[in-house]
């Protein structure tokens, strides 16, 4: 079923008159039908347009059933059948008689001015019979009149009220199940309105959703490009500018030894900045690998912390520390998990003052399933992963604040950070490397104060 055509019914549907049977309950007209010929007596069959039979209500009968055995008796009745059931009364009826000397009755079943079907009633007798009519006697020899008799009486008052009956109950159901059917159909067009708008609604946001992935994609290609092109020319101005403070090109006063140094120290943070975003552009087009294997996580804490030690002494911050022994290891990058810690650390570093302290820790933790509340993980056996803790007594980050900082350029105060200088890169590297480790990285309060970093990994054998 082609999309657009979801629901069967279009505007155009609504205007026709439906067939007989799309109307009514089969069921229904088989019990209003059967319930008459019972009350008359005679047999009522009621067909469609098509001459399909539609509800049956044939009362047995003791002649018909004798004719049935003759064998030119009963070919000559079916051909008399199948010529009344091709009758399409001209006007409201048409009677037909037999050659059993009985009669049938055609009635067109119209609704709206539209031929539904015909009912046929019969056979039946006008007069008690008097004798076996001839044609029928030389068909079947020896037929005794009482069976002839048998067949219901129906004098002309009593088929026009039969007639009358019968018309007015179609009637009646075939309005009521008219009715039901436009309802019907008029909810289904209107939901189906609704749903070719939701769609129309649906291919624009698809569109502009393109549109936003195309941009953020040259956003990317345009990062990454100019943060290479920026590495070439920098690389010669920190190589110079170590070359001239070493002395190779002829000593230097003090001031222009300090000028140099500066030239040096900037230079070497705006390659740090020019690093980061390459890396952001690499980890956001997928292009930065991250190659997993059984990692220890001791030595790569350790190079991180002895890494910001000399600063961290420098500020009067204490920075320590915790391991348990044997840790397994982690299934992961050395290279950039040391990179985690070290943008964790510095953030630490950079956001605590003087006589705080940042503690680096490292548990082993069951992997909880959060959506899992129905108590089911109690009884699998759950994962471990590695669980690395940076918590710090800083400033802290208020906890609205604490989603946010992983997305790129963000800072929570741009005035206090931008005392402590950054970019607002370093989280979003965090974030998105530990997510290729299909880790996890959370932000909790620190007692009294501070704030607490929490890393998630797998394990390399869980
Ligand atoms: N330990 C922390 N304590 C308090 N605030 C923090 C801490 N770590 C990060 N933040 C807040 O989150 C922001 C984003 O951190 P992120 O590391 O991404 O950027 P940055 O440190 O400002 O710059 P960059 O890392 O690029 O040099 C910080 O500017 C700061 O507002
Ligand atoms: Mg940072």
């Given at each position: ?6 629901f069967?019914v279009e505007?155009?549907d ?5 067939r ?5 309950d ?33 009362l047995d ?7 049935e055995?003759v064998?030119?008796a009963?070919?000559a009745?079916?051909?008399e ?10 006007g409201?009826a ?6 059993t000397?009985?009669?049938y ?11 539904m ?7 039946f ?5 008097s004798?076996?009519?001839p ?9 005794p ?9 129906l004098?002309?008052e009593?088929?026009?009220?039969l007639e009358?009956?019968?018309r007015?109950?179609l ?25 070719r708008e ?24 345009f990062?990454a490009?100019?943060?290479h092109?920026?590495?070439t ?7 110079y ?6 002395g ?15 030239i040096h ?14 890396d952001?552009t690499?980890?956001?087009s997928?292009?930065?690998s991250?190659?997993r ?16 030690l000399?600063a961290?002494?420098k500020k ?7 391991l348990p022994?044997?840790?397994p290891?982690?299934l992961g990058d ?10 964790l ?10 006589s ?11 992997a ?39 997305d790129a ?6 005035s ?6 950054g ?9 998105r490397i530990?997510d290729?480790?299909e ?19 797998p394990?390399?054998?869980?």
């Amino acid at each position: 079923m082609s999309q657009d055509r979801l629901f069967p019914v279009e505007p155009a549907d609504l205007e026709e008159t439906p067939r007989l049977e799309h109307l009514v309950d089969r069921k229904g007209l088989a019990e209003l039908v059967g319930s008459l010929a019972q009350m008359s007596g005679v047999s009522i069959r009621l067909f469609n347009t098509e001459g399909t039979l539609l509800a049956d209500g044939s009362l047995d009968s003791p002649l018909l059933r004798r004719l049935e055995g003759v064998p030119a008796a009963r070919a000559a009745l079916s051909r008399e059948i199948v010529q009344i059931k091709r009758i399409d009364p001209a006007g409201r009826a048409e009677r037909c008689s037999s050659l059993t000397g009985a009669f049938y009755q055609v009635i067109a079943v119209d609704y709206d001015h539209r031929r539904m079907g015909r009912a046929i009633v019969g056979p039946f007798l006008e007069h008690p019979p008097s004798q076996v009519p001839p044609g029928l006697a030389a068909l079947a020899p020896d037929l005794p009149l009482d069976l002839l008799a048998s067949l219901p009486l129906l004098p002309p008052e009593r088929v026009a009220s039969l007639e009358a009956h019968l018309r007015s109950s179609l009637d009646l159901i075939l309005f009521a199940g008219h009715k039901s059917l436009l309802t019907s159909q008029m909810h289904l067009a209107s939901i189906s309105a609704n749903y070719r708008e939701l769609q129309d609604r649906n291919a624009r946001l698809q569109q502009a959703y393109d549109r936003l992935r195309e941009l953020d994609r040259l956003k990317s290609n345009f990062l990454a490009t100019v943060s290479h092109e920026l590495r070439t020319p920098l690389t010669s101005i920190i190589g110079y500018s170590e070359m001239l403070t070493e002395g190779i090109a002829g000593s230097l006063t003090e001031e222009q030894h300090e000028f140099i140094q500066t030239i040096h120290e900037k230079g070497e943070q705006l390659l740090q900045l020019i690093k980061n975003l390459l890396d952001l552009t690499k980890l956001e087009s997928g292009t930065l690998s991250v190659q997993r294997a059984p990692t220890p996580i001791e030595p790569v804490l350790r190079q991180v912390v002895s890494t910001f030690l000399p600063a961290a002494r420098k500020k009067g911050v204490v920075l320590e520390l915790i391991l348990p022994p044997d840790l397994p290891p982690v299934l992961g990058d050395g290279e950039r998990l040391r990179q985690v810690f070290l943008n964790l650390t510095e953030n630490a570093l950079k956001f605590t003052p003087v006589s705080g302290l940042i503690r680096l820790s490292a548990t082993l933790v069951s992997a909880e399933d959060p959506e899992d509340d129905d108590g089911f993980a109690l009884l699998a056996p759950s994962a471990e992963q590695l669980e690395v803790r940076v918590a710090d007594s800083g400033i802290g980050i208020p906890e609205a604040e604490r989603s946010k900082v992983f997305d790129a350029f963000y800072q929570v105060d741009s005035s206090s950070t931008r005392e402590v200088g950054g970019t607002g890169l370093g989280l979003s590297i965090v974030k998105r490397i530990v997510d290729a480790h299909e880790g996890s990285v959370c932000i909790e309060a620190n007692q009294p104060r501070g704030a607490v970093f929490v890393v998630r990994l797998p394990l390399a054998s869980p």
